[in-house]
Every structure is written in C-alpha cells, then in structure tokens.
C-alpha cells in the first residue's frame, strides 16, 4: 500500500520534470544564438516587460484558477475555468483601458519607461497567461501531468525559434516582448487540446452560480492572489529597480543570470509545485500527516543549493565563452545569485502547502516584509555606492535569510495545524 501511494506522486513529478528539464534544454540550446542577437540593453527592456507580467499576472485572474484543482467536482471545475476566463478578460481590459487615458503616469509608476508604446501588449499578455493557467490546473486535477510535459516542450521549441527568426529579420527589443506576450496562449491551446476528450462538459455559467463560485473560493482573491504579487514583486524588484536606478544594461545582465540559474527551478518546482498542492490537499482530507511530506521534499530540494552554488563560482568564464564576452559580468552576479536561488527552490513545498493548512495569512505578512527589505537593500547600495554588482549582493543576502525563514514559519504553521486537527478528530 505504501508503494501504491507513492508511486504516482513520484511518477507525475517525474512526467513534468523530464518535459521542463527538455524545454530548459531547448532554451538554453538557443540562448547562444539569442544573446548574440539581441544587447544587454534588449534583455533588458524584455526583463521589465517580464516583471510586469509577473507582479500582474496574479491579479489578472485574481487566482480563481488555482481553485480549479480543488472544485468540488468536474462540473464546478468547468464553471470556475470560464469564470477565471471572464474575470481575466474584464481586468485585462480595465488595464488596457487605464493606459488609453493615463499612459505615460502608469508607466512612472510601474518603473516601466523604458518599454514605451510596448506597453500596451501587457494586457494581451496577461490574458494569454490567465489561459495558460486555466489550462494548466485543469491538467493539474485531471492528472494529465505528461501532458503537461510535452507541451512544455513544444512550447520552448517554437516560441524560441521564434525569438532567432525574427531577432534576424529585426533585432529589436518589440519581437522578444511579442513572442513573450503570445507564448502562453500557445501553451494553453496544446493542453486544450490534449485535454478536450477528457473535459466533461459542463452546465451554463448562470449568474446565480457565477456568484456562489466567487464567495465559495473568496479565499483565493483575497489571500492567495496578494500574497503572489507581493512575492511576483519582491522577486522582480531587483530587474525594474536595476534598469530605473543604474541602467537598463544592468537589469539584462541580472535577467540572463537569472534565466540561467533558475534552470533547476524551473524544470523541478515547476515539476514538484502542483504535483504536491494535489497531494497535500489529498492527504489533509484524509486526516494524515502533512509534516513528514513537507520535510522529505524540502530536504531533498535543498541538497541543490550547494550545487547550484558551486557551478555558480565558474560562472564568469562560461558565461563569457557561451554567451559573449559583453556578459562576463552577468558571471559575477551568478556568484552573489546562487546563495539564495538553491535555498529558494527548496521553499517550493512550503508554499504549496501554505493554503491547504489556511496559513494563506502567514504566507502574506511574510512576504510583505521580504519584499519592503528587498527594496531597502538596493535602495541602500544605490544611496551609498551606486554600484549594480553591489546592489545584487546585498539583494541575494537577504534573500537568502528571507527563504530560510519562511520555510521554518510554515513548517511551524504545518504543526500547529496538524495539532488542531488531530485534536478535534479525538474529541
């Protein structure tokens, strides 16, 4: 029984690791050509545009589609995917509709100038992220985690031919924000697809259950979606914080190494993140004990960190060889970067369990005070030294702690909870 049990957690992880781990193979196969069409200055208009949909992204959609994985039953799930739809589509046209009046001040305010006219791809973007997800955590509750795996794939291997084709044709900074802009939509309608025989068709969204929806899963909107864009902005404070207080070659540099490092990021958190939602949420409603899941995937994720940090310290000599010299000193910022990059990925459990034990809270007030020590440590270097590379160091420092202790908040939360519960199951 204790194999049976294991052995489709490990299997699903496995499925969307190997399909992420071949899709970072894709990209950084075409990262050579990428960087040596495209300046530090490009990556880093397209390291701006990447921050917006990641601070925004979370709220276009106001989380509703998380909630699909845990919906009641398939009709219900059916019914929260168009109203994920319908609610990305009225706040992506607020947005774009903001930007028709007040252009220029939104753009001041999002730290954002140096996008300009671009700017207004970004509800496009967000819509087309808000499809990714709803197709996504279908995929999730359905299992169909091989599927996910291959589209991760396909969806690498287009949108980057993409990024070469038209980087020959026209370098310019408009061709990484467009491919970046239409990707996910690409993704959700390969997963829409493969998922089309399996989707049970569900009932008319009426008003009335249109409502009833909203209140049942409130807590998405109203502790899961702040929570991910303060944690969206703390992690991309450093790329629009860089490109506004120094230069926007520096916010290039610091998009690369990040795009390099995160390489084991995103083939295993990816790969683990709603693998372990599912399974977390399973074993609460069974009464069992989240605690040992939460320490065995911590601890084996950790053991990266010290080897992320070790290829780190070649870094500046790869990254001049692979990349061109111009980018020896995103090197230099993979050194700093690497400290808390590994420790990062091993927090992955613990916010995926962060909303099956209701510390949604917890995981909020945590990152609200992450993300006003983040900004205050680049604002430092900047007042003191106005040194980029400085500026990293001290933005990875505090990372580094920040993770740490998040990982012990939750996993103190996890106990606690599991005492109550266990409480109330004997009384």
Request: net charge positive.
């Amino acid at each position: 029984m204790k194999k049976s049990g294991k052995s489709p957690l490990v299997r699903n992880i496995l499925a969307v690791a190997t399909g992420t781990a071949a899709g970072q193979a894709i990209v950084f196969a075409f990262s050579p050509l990428i960087t040596r069409i495209y300046t530090p200055e490009i990556f880093g208009v397209q390291g701006v545009f990447l921050s917006l949909i990641s601070v925004l992204s979370p709220l276009v959609a106001l989380r509703y589609p998380m909630a699909i994985v845990i919906a009641d039953d398939d009709d219900d799930a059916g019914k929260i995917a168009r109203l994920s739809m319908l609610v990305a589509f009225v706040i992506s046209s607020l947005l774009g509709l903001l930007l028709l009046v007040v252009q220029q001040p939104v753009l001041r305010l999002l730290g954002a100038e140096a996008l300009g006219n671009l700017i207004w791809l970004l509800p496009l973007a967000l819509f087309c992220v808000a499809l990714q997800d709803v197709a996504d955590f279908h995929a999730a509750r359905l299992n169909a985690f091989r599927l996910v795996g291959v589209t991760t794939v396909i969806q690498a291997f287009l949108s980057n031919l993409a990024r070469v084709l038209g980087g020959l044709a026209s370098p310019v900074a408009g061709v990484l924000v467009l491919v970046t802009t239409l990707a996910p939509s690409l993704q959700a309608l390969i997963l829409r697809c493969g998922l089309h025989k399996h989707l049970s068709p569900s009932s008319l969204l009426k008003r009335s259950e249109a409502v009833r929806l909203l209140r049942r899963y409130r807590d998405f909107p109203r502790y899961r979606m702040p929570t991910d864009v303060l944690n969206a902005a703390s992690q991309s404070v450093p790329v629009i914080m860089l490109g506004s207080l120094f230069s926007p070659a520096a916010a290039g540099l610091y998009v690369l190494t990040r795009s390099v490092l995160n390489l084991p990021s995103n083939i295993i958190g990816s790969a683990v993140g709603n693998v372990l939602y599912a399974r977390y949420a399973e074993l609460d409603r069974q009464g069992k004990a989240l605690i040992p899941l939460l320490l065995r995937s911590t601890a084996g994720l950790m053991l990266l960190a010290p080897v992320i940090g070790a290829a780190a310290w070649f870094a500046p000599g790869v990254f001049a060889f692979v990349f061109g010299e111009e980018w020896r000193e995103a090197g230099h910022y993979a050194r700093w970067m690497a400290l808390w990059i590994g420790v990062a990925l091993a927090n992955v459990p613990a916010v995926r369990l962060a909303p099956v034990i209701e510390a949604q809270n917890l995981l909020f007030i945590t990152n609200v005070l992450i993300l006003i020590l983040r900004v205050f440590s680049i604002m430092t270097i900047y007042w003191y030294q106005e040194n980029a590379a400085t500026a990293v160091a001290a933005f990875s420092l505090v990372s580094l702690f920040s993770n740490i202790g998040l990982i012990l908040l939750i996993g103190n939360a996890a106990y606690r909870h599991e005492k109550t519960r266990n409480h109330n199951l004997t009384s």
